[in-house]
């Protein structure tokens, strides 16, 4: 089961911005994404639309996967 929910880093711990419904003690796995890196070009639903446009692979045979790269690492 998947829950996703934001929280902030102090003093070494990971504190949620609201309760949790999970019992004391459960063991979790976490994958951490920090806000900066959350939405690339400030939104991730404008990235998301910019890599749907792009040209599927095998339509005019130049996709080779670094466009999707611009749009999300604009910087790089």
Known sequence: MAKHFTAV???GV??????LDLPEGEPLHLIVVTQKNAAPNGNVANALAEIAAL???GDTGAFSGAEHDSVLYPHS
Do not use: G, K, M
Request: a negative charge; aromatic letters at 8%.
């Open 9 to 11: 880093y102090e003093e």
């Open 14 to 19: 990971l504190r949620p911005e609201h309760p």
């Open 55 to 57: 040209p599927l692979e």
